[in-house]
């Protein structure tokens, strides 16, 4: 917390609160979630690559999404979903 320092944050609560932040649509279109364990870091790294890549290649979203582990394989469903929300967006 310290490294933050004065910078904003936003957590999965404030990333859109009624749920239609594309990342979010995208999710449930996909119906990338199972257990839900990953499902916060999962959506917030995506939001994020998106944030500051709205188009990303392939290579690109496996970079971004390296740190997160699904416990139920669900990457396939992941990834679509984020070139779905890339879409949207754009």
């Given at each position: 917390v310290s490294r933050v320092g004065s910078r904003r944050i936003t957590t999965i609560e404030g990333l859109s609160p009624d749920g239609t932040h594309p990342v979010q649509q995208a999710w449930l279109e996909h119906d990338v979630a199972q257990c839900g364990y990953c499902q916060v870091g999962q959506i917030m790294s995506a939001a994020a690559l998106l944030a500051r890549?709205?188009?990303?290649s392939d290579a690109e979203i496996d970079a971004?999404?390296?740190g997160n582990i699904c416990r139920c394989g669900t990457y396939v469903r992941i990834h679509a979903a984020i070139k779905t929300a890339a879409a949207k967006r754009g």
């Open positions: 890549n709205p188009s990303p971004a999404m390296d």
